[in-house]
C-alpha cells in the first residue's frame, strides 16, 4: 500500500510558470523527501526534509512539511522545459525503521 | 562511485521461465531496497534490508518472487515462475539510514 498521494496527477504550465504539487501520507514519520524521474530512468532525489523541520530550499525547489496535517508542498519557481518529469514524495515511516515508500506521483510538463 | 548497478537493463522472458535480476548498491549504504514500477499501480516497495538482513517484505506479491542479499555489495531478486502480469520495471536502490535514496536505472521486465 502506498504512504503518499500525491495531488494533482498531472500538471501543464508554460516555462517560467511556477508548480506546486502536494503529498499527504498517512503515518508519523522520520522525514519526507522528494524525488524526480525523467521517462524511462531511475528516480534522483531532489530534497529530503526532517520531521523537526517546516520548511527547506534548495535551488529553485522549495519544501514544506505540516505534520500536524500530514503534508508536505514541492513548489518549483521558474520552471524550464527540463524540468518536465515525475515527481514522487516518498515517507521514511518513524515506526518501520527506515521503510522509504512512495507516493502515486505528480506528471509535470513545462511548456517552452 | 559509479552508482547502483542494475543488470540487466531489459530482460525479455517466457512465461513459466525464472528471472534473476541483480543489484549492487553503492559501497557504505547499509540499506537496499527492491521496488517495481507499473502504470497501474506506481512505486511499489517489494522488500528492503539493512545490513544484508530483510527487514519488510511484506510488500513481495507472492511466493514466486523472493530475494536474498548474500553479502553488503550484491542483491538478487528471483521470480519463479515469472507469468505475465510481473512485466514492469523493477528498480533497486541503496541509502544510509535516514538519508536520501540512490536509484539504479532499473530492469524493465517483459513475461511474454
Known amino acids: 500500500s502506498q504512504q503518499g498521494e500525491e495531488d494533482p496527477q498531472a500538471l501543464s504550465i508554460q516555462e517560467g510558470e511556477n508548480a506546486t504539487m502536494n503529498c499527504s501520507y498517512k503515518?508519523?514519520?522520520?522525514?519526507l523527501q522528494w524525488y524526480r524521474q525523467n521517462s524511462g530512468r531511475g528516480l534522483v532525489h531532489l530534497i529530503l526534509?526532517?520531521?523537526?523541520?517546516r520548511e527547506k530550499h534548495s535551488g529553485r525547489l522549495r519544501v514544506t512539511l505540516d505534520t500536524s496535517k500530514k503534508s508536505s508542498s514541492l513548489l518549483i519557481t521558474a520552471s524550464r522545459a527540463a524540468d518536465t518529469a515525475s515527481y514522487f514524495c516518498?515517507?521514511?515511516?518513524?515506526?518501520?525503521?527506515?521503510?522509504?515508500?512512495f507516493g502515486g506521483g505528480t506528471r509535470v510538463l513545462v511548456k517552452p | 562511485d559509479a552508482g547502483v548497478i542494475q543488470s540487466p537493463r531489459h530482460e525479455v522472458t517466457e512465461m513459466g521461465q525464472e528471472v534473476t535480476l541483480r543489484c549492487k548498491p553503492i559501497?557504505?549504504?547499509?540499506?537496499l531496497f527492491w521496488y517495481r514500477q507499473t502504470m497501474m499501480r506506481g512505486l511499489e516497495l517489494l522488500i528492503y534490508f539493512n545490513n544484508n538482513v530483510p527487514i519488510d517484505d511484506s510488500g513481495m506479491p507472492e511466493d514466486r518472487f523472493s530475494a536474498k542479499m548474500p553479502n553488503a555489495s550484491f542483491s538478487t531478486l528471483k521470480i519463479q515462475p515469472s507469468e505475465p502480469r510481473d512485466s514492469a520495471v523493477y528498480f533497486c536502490a541503496s541509502s544510509r539510514a535516514r538519508t536520501e535514496a540512490f536509484f539504479g536505472q532499473g530492469t524493465r521486465l517483459t513475461v511474454v
Open positions: 503515518t508519523s514519520i522520520n522525514n
Open positions: 526534509i526532517r520531521s523537526n523541520e
Open positions: 516518498a515517507t521514511d515511516e518513524a515506526a518501520a525503521g527506515n521503510k522509504l515508500t
Open positions: 559501497s557504505g549504504h547499509d540499506y
